[in-house]
């Protein structure tokens, strides 16, 4: 199973409200990965996690606040977002280590602040 | 960080083979050469990989000369459902990626 699942697929929040972006893996990866994609723009990069520990932060402001509660799962806590904010959110997954990392990417959550 | 460097767009038509070359001048000597495809608002798919010569999927082909300062992606008989964002990024030790622009990839009928 190389699936990557992602919920919810659409968000819309207002700028004082608190949601939260889910993810899961069952590929045994021990590297997960959050993304935002703003339209014809690459994924950029926010956060890593390795064995379930924080180990990059790409300088994300604080509204955006990961969680790995165990090695399958990883969400992002939203709070108090600009309408600057709203992008494609893509998760993603890989091995910890070695040297063919390939990554497996969720379908994203559109996300809309208003 | 390394980095990768791609031709930001490409037309071809239905049927054509289409090779799309990427520079990576700082590829770690252990590192593989991912080769990822986006359609528009939906995650990236990994497509092929590798490490040196050649490899070959039932999607595309990768070829990577020795000194491994490139790669080339190569789509066979294109159809206008390959038309997509290719991207080759590389990985670093801290597995920090970095997509950098891609190529868009038109395919016209």
């Known amino acids: 199973d190389t699936e990557v699942t992602q919920t919810p697929k659409h968000l819309v929040m207002g700028m004082t409200n608190k949601k939260s972006l889910k993810c899961e893996q069952h590929?045994?990866?021990?590297?997960m990965y959050w993304y935002k994609q703003k339209a014809k723009k690459p994924p950029e990069l926010m956060f890593v996690?390795?064995?379930?520990?924080?180990?990059i932060n790409e300088s994300v402001p604080s509204r955006f606040s990961p969680e790995c509660p165990n090695s399958s799962l990883l969400n992002l806590h939203l709070h108090a977002l600009q309408p600057e904010d709203s992008a494609l959110y893509l998760c993603?997954?890989?091995?910890?280590?070695?040297?063919?990392?390939?990554?497996?990417f969720g379908p994203g959550t559109r996300l809309t602040v208003t | 960080l390394a980095k990768t460097t791609q031709p930001i767009s490409m037309d071809s038509y239905e049927g054509q083979e289409v090779n799309i070359t990427c520079s990576h001048n700082n590829i770690a000597t252990n590192d593989y050469i991912t080769w990822y495809q986006q359609f528009p608002s939906q995650g990236p798919r990994f497509i092929i990989q590798?490490?040196?010569t050649k490899v070959t999927n039932e999607v595309a082909s990768l070829f990577i000369p020795a000194d491994r300062k490139s790669s080339t992606l190569s789509l066979p008989r294109v159809s206008l459902s390959d038309t997509a964002v290719y991207y080759c990024p590389p990985p670093d030790n801290f597995n920090k990626f970095y997509f950098g622009s891609g190529t868009k990839l038109n395919v016209k009928p």
């Open positions: 590929m045994g990866h021990r590297a």
């Open positions: 993603a997954s890989s091995q910890a280590e070695g040297s063919s990392r390939e990554q497996y």
């Open positions: 590798g490490y040196k």
């Open positions: 996690y390795s064995y379930e520990k924080l180990s």
